[in-house]
């Protein structure tokens, strides 16, 4: 069975903290991506990478930055923590291109509080 | 920008019932998918439709798709209470390297016992 699987289910941090969400996927995709959760603004993509050591910003990325040193492995690192970065975010890995009946695979989600 | 757009953004209903939403999208699209999300967890991926397709099934799932009306319906028959989920609609938009996914806010099902 395929996994996407983020380290924690719940964080909280303080403001100012450096914060990794690690993301792991053991599929073999090549594609991977970070979203933040908020409610009323949906699923909004923060980054995503494409290939070891390649990276793309997507439509927020500002406060973030992602590391992709692995093909695995997928980590969203907020630099310095702020209170308006408390969301769920998810994780989520898919093929280069969908096949004929799958999408993106995605993570349980990390609940991160900044406090 | 938001792509998807789905309709209602909450529905109740009673188990054993025909649940209906909808979904309309503003540019042209290669695919369309459907996801499932629990309360609190992962989304899952139920379905995906192509452009050039018009229907199709999966189970108790049927998916249309309108691309001259650029809208798309998820039914979901004989709804049980493990039905009750969000459901959202997705959109592919290409991009350097990845297909990237455009997601909608959802529809809040509740199926009622």
């Known amino acids: 069975d395929v996994k996407v699987t983020q380290s924690s289910r719940y964080l909280v941090k303080r403001t100012g903290e450096k914060v990794f969400l690690e993301c792991v996927q053991d599929?073999?995709?090549?594609?991977m991506f970070w979203y933040r959760q908020d409610p009323g603004l949906g699923l909004r993509l923060i980054y995503f990478?494409?290939?070891?050591?390649?990276?793309e910003k997507g439509d927020i990325p500002e406060g973030y930055s992602v590391s992709r040193e692995k093909k695995e492995r997928f980590s969203l690192i907020l630099e310095s923590a702020s209170t308006n970065q408390t969301s769920m975010y998810l994780c989520?890995?898919?093929?280069?291109?969908?096949?004929?009946?799958?999408?993106?695979?995605f993570g349980s989600g990390t609940r991160l509080t900044v406090v | 920008s938001q792509q998807g757009e789905e309709d209602p953004q909450a529905l109740s209903i009673q188990e054993g019932e025909n649940a209906t939403m909808n979904c309309s999208y503003k540019?042209?699209?290669?695919?369309l998918q459907w996801y499932r999300q629990n309360s609190g967890r992962g989304l899952v991926h139920l379905i995906l439709?192509?452009?050039?397709?018009r229907e199709k099934h999966s189970g108790r799932l049927r998916v249309t798709l309108d691309t001259s009306k650029k809208s798309s319906s998820l039914l979901i028959t004989a709804s049980r209470a493990a039905d009750t989920a969000s459901y959202f609609c997705?959109?592919?938009?290409?991009?350097?390297?990845?297909?990237?996914?455009?997601f909608g806010q959802g529809t809040r099902l509740t199926i009622n016992p």
């Open positions: 989520a890995s898919s093929l280069i291109q969908p096949l004929y009946n799958y999408g993106y695979t």
């Open positions: 599929m073999d995709h090549e594609n």
């Open positions: 990478s494409y290939d070891v050591k390649m990276k």
């Open positions: 540019t042209s699209i290669n695919n």
């Open positions: 439709i192509r452009s050039n397709e």
């Open positions: 997705a959109t592919d938009r290409p991009l350097q390297g990845a297909q990237k996914l455009v």
